[in-house]
């Protein structure tokens, strides 16, 4: 007989400006599809996925965030417990990065993070499929070096560049910060 198998759950949360490519991201990683027309997300939505990361079982749900300033209300109250914040703007768009800085403080004040340097954020340059693009990618990687030593991925959630790869290290960098968080719950996924 099998030996029961433990999936932890891991929650991972997008937060960028409107339009970067938050629902994109979620919507091309979970479901392998992109599409053109979407609608700006209202509050939160979330998507699970199941993966197996170095061995590991791993149940990952994904929320994703409303961007646009007048849905802030609606959106803070979802970050508390999270493992890891996927902090994402558009390569096509350089406020998108400038607004980082902020994104990472509404994060860690209303998930109440004591050591926002500790805690496993995670970068996105999105869009890098764009012929237009604003922001250097080396530029991004001094902001990381300089804010806690966050990952930086450049995404396409278009032509799925990175994209695998970006989730992947966001639960390397969850497991990685602690075996056993104290919200995590842990599912039985066979027995037998
Ligand atoms: N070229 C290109 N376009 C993209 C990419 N990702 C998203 N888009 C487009 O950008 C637009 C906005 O994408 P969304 O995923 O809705 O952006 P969002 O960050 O979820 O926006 P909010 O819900 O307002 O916060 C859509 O038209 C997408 O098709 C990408 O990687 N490349």
């Known amino acids: 007989m099998a030996e029961a198998t433990k999936s932890s759950l891991l929650k ?3 937060l960028g400006d409107g339009g970067v490519g938050k629902s994109s991201l ?19 939505e979330f998507l699970n996925k199941e993966l197996v990361v170095d061995g590991r079982a791993v149940t990952l749900q994904i929320w994703d965030t409303a961007g646009q300033e007048r849905f802030r209300s609606l959106r803070t109250p979802f970050y508390r417990g999270s493992d890891c914040c996927l902090l994402t703007f558009s390569l096509d768009d350089g406020q ?10 509404e994060f860690a004040y209303y998930a109440d993070v004591r050591d926002p340097d500790r ?15 604003q922001v250097a990618g080396e530029d991004v990687q001094h902001w990381c070096r300089d804010n806690g030593g966050h990952a930086y991925f450049e995404t396409s959630a278009k032509d799925a560049t990175n994209v695998t790869s970006a989730f992947e290290e966001a639960v390397r960098r969850m497991l ?5 968080p104290a919200h ?3 599912l039985d996924l066979k027995d037998g």
Do not use: C, Q
């Not at 954020?121 to 237009?132: I, R, W």
């Open 12 to 14: 991972v949360i997008l």
């Open 26 to 44: 979620m919507n091309r990683y979970v479901s392998n599809k992109f599409d053109t027309h979407l609608f700006h997300t209202i509050g939160v």
């Open 96 to 105: 998108s990065f400038v607004n980082l800085a902020n994104w990472k403080k």
């Open 119 to 133: 805690f496993p954020f995670v970068v996105l340059g999105n869009k890098v499929d764009a012929p237009e693009r």
């Open 176 to 180: 990685a910060t602690s075996d056993e």
């Open 184 to 186: 995590h719950l842990f």
